[in-house]
């Protein structure tokens, strides 16, 4: 049976290249695989995914029972296939926190270790397979380092992470800051998506304190070409919680270039939060949050409702 290898609903670059990446291991230890895809991707990660010379994997909405499959870049089942639990889950490979409540066959692979991007990982796992990775695997690799740091500005950078992408580069004859660009480039043209579209692009599900929240982040270049969208994305976000099942939207436009991330605060309750959470002092309809730019490190781990 063919294994199945995907990340979350919300796919952005390393949950579209690392799926791409750890099909192509597979297959060279002789393991039949294909990546797959939870949702549509964002602009950046499709962009990545041409430049390397790869189709975008296919999209689906649930698994088999009994399917094989490796699951990458997260480990939260909110985040997974309904029917995730009746698949043969052979692997986890992620860079998050363990969220529990994912039910498997038998022992599996648990790989979960701290730094910024789940490519990371697998290059360690691969050993002496890495060096023979083809130039697209070597690209989607360097991409995956480059979108989850930020070109290494999100706090979530190790060193490992920093280390590999510059030697990816090197091998691949790219400069980091020029190809960072155009991938920043890419994400930050959101121009063809709704409102809608734009809260649920790059968007986790969490609870505090008892509220569910369903919390946004676009990470851009171009802030302005999201922020000049502000109105219509307040009246769009208590919609989409309605028909997400929560109880708040928060959206996190983060300023790549400038380092800090506007939030914006459609009522008394996500202005709340921001004050309890950023211990910030909200007068608008927005509040700008200086060196916040991960949502992993710095915006859900402190949020308070």
Request: aromatic share 4%; net charge negative; charged share 25%.
């Amino acid at each position: 049976m063919t294994t199945l290898v995907f990340g979350h609903k919300a796919p952005d670059t390393d949950s579209t290249g690392s799926p791409l990446i750890w099909a192509w291991y597979l297959n060279r230890q002789g393991q039949e695989a294909e990546a797959r895809l939870l949702g549509q991707p964002n602009t950046e990660a499709a962009f990545v995914a041409e430049r390397w010379g790869f189709e975008l994997p296919q999209v689906i909405d649930d698994v088999e029972p009994g399917q094989k499959v490796v699951i990458v870049d997260t480990n939260n089942p909110a985040e997974l296939p309904a029917s995730i639990n009746q698949a043969d889950i052979q692997a986890i490979i992620d860079h998050h926190k363990l969220f529990g409540g994912i039910e498997t066959k038998g022992p599996i692979d648990i790989t979960i270790k701290p730094l910024a991007c789940t490519a990371t990982i697998m290059h360690d796992l691969m050993g002496h397979v890495a060096t023979e990775m083809p130039e697209g695997i070597k690209g989607l690799m360097l991409s995956c380092i480059l979108s989850d740091t930020l070109e290494f500005r999100s706090p979530t950078t190790t060193p490992a992470d920093k280390a590999l992408a510059e030697r990816l580069a090197a091998d691949l004859g790219i400069d980091v800051s020029d190809y960072a660009g155009e991938m920043f480039a890419a994400k930050s043209d959101v121009s063809a998506f709704s409102e809608a579209e734009l809260l649920r692009m790059d968007s986790k599900e969490t609870t505090v304190d008892g509220k569910k929240l369903r919390v946004s982040v676009l990470e851009t270049t171009s802030p302005d070409q999201v922020l000049s969208r502000k109105d219509a994305l307040l009246e769009a976000m208590p919609k989409v919680a309605a028909e997400d099942g929560a109880d708040e939207v928060l959206l996190f436009v983060v300023d790549i270039l400038k380092e800090q991330a506007t939030l914006l605060v459609q009522n008394d309750t996500v202005k709340a939060i921001a004050e309890k959470s950023f211990d910030a002092t909200v007068s608008g309809d927005s509040v700008v949050l200086p060196g916040v730019m991960s949502r992993k490190k710095q915006i859900i781990p402190v949020l308070k409702a």
